[in-house]
């Protein structure tokens, strides 16, 4: 029990400090009163899995997923409301939170009104998520690529990296500790990808050392 409790505290503290890098690009957006360089996408698929993961802690019961999402949702939320407020697409930006809030309605309906209450809504709902999860810490593999291909790591972020790497693997500990393959098995690309970024550093860093900063990478 107390090793469960020392991951559950570790998944809390890694992760929400992993979504709080967001506020990097929230003091960028205040102080220019633009959202130029800024994707948008990442704040609003975030906080679909978010809700997601909470919906799924809700109905296994588990506190830790639960808050770590709940402040995440939060977070998410934050970002979009600033994005909003300073871009100049806002008519882009009201369709994507649409279509988002279709999905959501949808989804929601199906698991619950379409899925009998038990193990087989809980299944589904962890696997839907694990898919979403997965994808999200996949999507930057093409850039990736195109950092070895152009020998420059400038556009990563190492803390990010080291964020992205010790979040991972405290869920995978989590999971395995909880046997829960849907907390394993999606959490387990950010292993992966972190430890691949961190080559990327050592392999082309000295030549990009000239410029310190890095901008953060969202997934």
Same mark, same amino acid.
């Given at each position: ?6 991951? =559950? ?8 400090? !992993? &979504? ?22 990442? &704040? ?25 999402? =709940? ?6 939320? *934050? ?12 008519? *882009? ?41 997965? =994808? !999200? ?20 972020? &190492?803390? *990010?990296?080291? !964020?992205?790497? *010790? ?10 500790? !909880? ?21 990327? &550093? ?18």
């Amino acid at each position: 029990m107390e090793l469960l409790q020392f991951l =559950s505290w570790a998944c809390i503290v890694f992760t929400v400090g !992993m &979504f709080s890098t967001g506020l990097s690009d929230l003091k960028k957006m205040r102080e220019s009163r633009s959202t130029d360089n800024i994707q948008f996408l990442p &704040f609003l698929t975030t906080c679909l899995n978010n809700l997601g993961w909470i919906y799924y802690g809700v109905l296994k019961e588990d506190q830790t997923i639960l808050l770590v999402n =709940s402040i995440g949702a939060l977070l998410q939320i *934050l970002y979009i409301t600033v994005y909003f407020n300073y871009t100049k697409l806002k008519r *882009l930006v009201t369709s994507q939170v649409f279509v988002a809030g279709i999905v959501l309605t949808c989804g929601w309906l199906y698991f619950t009104m379409f899925l009998p209450e038990g193990e087989s809504r809980l299944s589904q709902l962890g696997f839907t998520c694990s898919v979403v999860t997965v =994808s !999200m810490y996949l999507s930057p593999l093409s850039s990736l690529a195109e950092m070895v291909r152009s020998r420059n790591v400038q556009c990563l972020s &190492f803390p *990010l990296t080291v !964020m992205t790497l *010790l979040t991972s693997t405290s869920w995978v500990l989590y999971g395995l500790e !909880m046997n829960d393959c849907y907390i394993v098995v999606p959490n387990t690309p950010g292993i992966i990808t972190s430890l691949i970024r961190f080559y990327l &550093f050592w392999k082309f860093g000295s030549a990009t050392e000239s410029s310190p900063s890095y901008k953060p990478l969202h997934i």
